[in-house]
Structure formats: structure tokens, C-alpha cells
């Protein structure tokens, strides 16, 4: 039985997709759904701008105090995302749990969520237009797959949904 619904986004053109995909599947099984987006933390190359153009303290207080309000700002950022779809009819919120931002490796953000919330399904895009072979899924969607304790539903990364690009491609639209 699906419960709680982890849906990951990287905020990209297929947000959308996703968010309807998953909107749907809350609805069909009355499940929580909780959304995560993860926040790559600073590499070397960022440290080292900071360290270059900055005092130590304010470098230091860039990293901690920058990323606290980056997470902030991401957060609104996928509110603004979920509330445009829903204005938009694109999805239903009733079941909306709360918006998860973290900072830390994707992988690791997402399946950390994902036992936190004891989530039933895993959603994640995939890194190709369509799902048509051959597949070629991303990293982060790749390694979700190898690693996670629950089912992972994988969309698409179509602006387009299903019933679209069917109706499209029997147009010879594409």
C-alpha cells in the first residue's frame, strides 16, 4: 500500500511533469506526498572563489550563512512551483505534506528523506526526453534505482505527458 509519496526535483523545465505525475498517484492512492529538492554543497573550485575574493571571516560566514539562505530561497522557489501548477489545474494539493530542501549530494539528500519520512514510493525524472530505448537515465535517478529500500517510479523528462506526445506523435508532429 503507498502512503507517503517522495517526489525529488531538481527545478528543471520537467518540474511540472513530475509534480502532475505525482499529484496523481497521491490522489489515486490517498497518500501523502512530500516533496525533496537537494542542494549540491559548495565544491573546491566554489571554496576557493570564496577564500580569493573574500576576508576568511566573511568567506566562513558566506559558506554557512549563504547556504542557509540558498536552501530559503530554493524553498520558495519549489512552493512557487507547486502553487503555479496548482493555479494552473495541473495538480492537487490536498495531499501535500511538505516541501523538503536540503543541502548535501542529491543521492544522499533523497534517500535520507526518503527513510526520515518512511516513504512508500520514490519519484525521480529521468535525464532523457522520453522513455523510448535506448534509456538513458541520469546519475542521480540511475543511483536512486540501485540504492533505494522502496519501489522508484520513474517519469519521463517530458514537458509533454503521455497522453500529448501519443496524440502528437500520431499527428507525425514529432
Request: glycine share 6%; charged share 20%.
Amino acid at each position: 500500500m503507498i502512503k507517503t509519496i517522495l517526489l525529488a526535483v531538481d527545478l528543471s523545465v520537467f518540474t511540472p511533469c513530475l509534480l502532475q505525475h505525482a499529484a496523481e498517484l497521491a490522489k489515486q492512492h490517498s497518500a501523502k506526498l512530500v516533496v525533496v529538492h537537494a542542494i549540491e554543497p559548495l565544491g573546491t573550485l566554489g571554496h576557493a572563489l570564496l577564500n580569493a575574493y573574500l576576508e576568511p571571516e566573511e568567506s566562513r560566514a558566506m559558506a554557512t550563512t549563504g547556504m542557509e539562505a540558498m536552501v530559503r530561497e530554493v524553498k520558495a522557489q519549489v512552493v512557487d512551483a507547486l502553487t503555479d501548477e496548482y493555479i494552473d489545474g495541473g495538480i492537487d494539493l490536498l495531499h501535500l505534506g511538505e516541501v523538503i530542501v536540503k543541502a548535501g549530494p542529491p543521492i544522499d539528500v533523497i534517500l535520507q528523506v526518503a527513510h526520515d519520512i518512511d516513504a512508500s514510493l520514490i519519484i525521480v525524472g529521468s535525464n532523457s526526453p522520453d522513455m523510448r530505448p535506448p534509456v538513458s537515465l541520469g546519475s542521480v535517478s540511475q543511483k536512486i534505482l540501485n540504492n533505494a529500500r522502496v519501489p522508484v517510479y520513474v517519469v519521463p523528462n517530458s514537458p509533454l505527458t503521455w497522453q500529448e506526445s501519443d496524440r502528437q506523435n500520431q499527428m507525425g508532429l514529432w
